[in-house]
């Protein structure tokens, strides 16, 4: 019914910047908040940052000051913007929406990821 759909990771290079892209489609009445998520090889997947509807964010300590989530409600996408890239932000990233479906219930979908690898 619903697919959150990432875009925008790749090879970057220590200090550089990319912005990820996750859309959403399908039948719904609503999404509520949106986030970023990662998990790297053998760890645990993190909370990288998140927005609500009316635009509150909140984000890991480690990512202040250089990611910044945004989103735009007309066209269901929420963005991530990374800056000054560490080799320690290797991982791949989802996409996580609180979905109110048509019946009025709660899903939280996510993405299939994307990988972001920061390396020389």
């Known amino acids: 019914q619903v697919q959150l759909v990432e875009s925008g990771g790749g090879l970057v290079q220590p200090g550089g910047s990319l912005r990820l892209s996750c859309a959403a489609s399908g039948t719904y009445l609503s999404i509520n908040h949106m986030g970023w998520y990662r998990q790297a090889p053998g760890k645990q997947r993190e909370l990288v940052a998140s927005i609500t509807r009316d635009g509150r964010t909140d984000y890991a300590d480690s990512m202040k000051g250089r990611f910044t989530i945004s989103r735009i409600n007309a066209k269901n996408t929420v963005y991530l913007q990374m800056n000054d890239l560490k080799p320690e932000d290797t991982a791949t990233y989802f996409c996580?929406?609180?979905?109110?479906?048509?019946?009025?219930?709660?899903?939280?979908?996510w993405g299939q990821g994307t990988q972001v690898t920061v390396s020389s």
């Open positions: 996580n929406g609180g979905i109110i479906l048509t019946s009025g219930v709660y899903d939280p979908a």
